[in-house]
Each structure stands twice: as C-alpha cells, then as structure tokens.
C-alpha cells in the first residue's frame, strides 16, 4: 500500500466512523481553552478537567487573571505537572492577552506563540478548534500514532510530523485528523501496548502489517 492510499483509507475510515472528533478539554470560550491547553502540557485532559472548574471560578476571564498572582494560580492547578511555571505562563499569558491584544485570543498561529506559555502546539490546538483554522498539533499521541500507522516517515520532531501530515492530509479534514490521531491514540492505539485487534484500522496500519510478518 502506498502512503497515499494509506492516508485516503484512514481518512475515509474516520470520515465514516467518527465524523464528529472534538477536544476532550472542557471550555466555554476561546480565553477558557487556552487556559485549559497551557495546563494539558504532559497532563492528562482528564486531570485538567477537575481543575479548571475552581480555575474559571475565581479566574472567569483574562482580565481577573492579569490581576492575579502567580502563587495564587499555583494554589488551584498545584496537583497538575509542573504547576510552578504553569502559573507563571497563566498569569503572563492573561496579562499579554490585555495589554497587547485588547482582550482578544488572537487567531494568528504566529502570534498565538507570543503568548507565555503557548508552543507550535498550543496555537495549532487554539486556531484549530477555536477558528476552525487547517492547523495540525502535534502531541505526544499524534506523533507516535502517525508514525505507527505509516502516516509520516522519518519524523524526528513534532514539526516534521506537522509538516508531513499535512502535505497528505485535504485541507478541510486536517483540525478533525488532529482529535482522530489523538483519541486514537489515547484509546486504541495506546503506547506500551497498542489494542491491534479491536482496531479498526488496522489492516491500513504499517505497524500491524509489520507485526503480522515477524
């Protein structure tokens, strides 16, 4: 199978079996799921979502955190990963947010990433989901499920892998491809020990064809 027919078979796979694919990050707007994707970094969405509803309580916007200090911040999100500088980039991102961009999520890949606190994949995530942007972010599940597959090849940084899936993937499937190769990931095709038989994709992947021939 070449790579293109292994992505249009994956594709159509998800197109037909999971044609609605969302963030699994409870929000209610875009200042909101920023917020809640700053805290998802090498945390699990699950986690995030026991935190952020005593975060929107006392934080219900940027303006109240932009007043905020970061020990504060630190008190609420304190049972997540790495809550010390989380609560630096919260604070830093909801004060930028005011004074450089009226309030206003920016829409802007670029300028997404001048937030603290906001990666490649951050941005990805918010102009994807917030702007239905083509934007592809790639975490730790998408990287590994895309090279699994067959998807990408040779992929040595989460950029590569963007870069990849994109040239392969049409323009208006790639911010839903993003949730398919992460819930995948997160469900089925798990790290330590892929679900091969209950996956239905499988008989498109390059791991299982290669599993099935050792």
């Known amino acids: 199978m070449t790579r293109p027919e292994r992505f249009k078979q994956i594709i159509d796979y998800f197109s ?3 044609p609605v694919a969302e963030t699994e990050l409870h929000y209610t707007d875009p200042y909101q799921l920023l917020v809640a994707v700053i805290l998802s970094a090498q945390c699990t969405d699950k986690r995030v979502n026991l935190l952020t509803p005593k975060v929107f309580d006392k ?32 604070v830093g991102m909801a004060k930028m947010l005011v004074e450089d961009f009226n309030n ?18 951050t941005a990805n995530v918010i102009a994807a989901v917030v702007f239905n942007k083509p934007a ?6 998408v990287f590994r499920v895309s090279a699994r597959l067959g998807l990408t090849i040779g992929s040595k ?11 392969h993937i049409p323009e208006d499937k ?16 798990i790290a330590r020990k892929p679900k091969c038989d209950n996956c239905g994709i499988s008989k498109f992947c390059k791991y299982y064809e290669n599993l099935k021939k050792a």
């Open 16 to 18: 037909t079996q999971q």
């Open 59 to 90: 934080f219900p916007d940027a303006i109240s955190m932009s007043k905020s200090q970061p020990e504060e911040v630190f008190e609420l999100i304190k049972s997540c990963s790495y809550p010390n500088n989380k609560a630096k980039h919260l």
């Open 104 to 121: 206003i999520v920016p829409e802007d890949i670029d300028e997404l990433q001048k937030l603290p606190g906001v990666g490649r994949k």
């Open 136 to 141: 592809m972010a790639v975490d730790t599940h």
């Open 157 to 167: 940084t989460p950029l590569e892998t963007e870069r990849q899936l994109v040239k």
């Open 174 to 189: 790639i911010s839903i491809a993003h949730h398919w190769l992460i819930l995948h990931g997160r469900y089925v095709c």
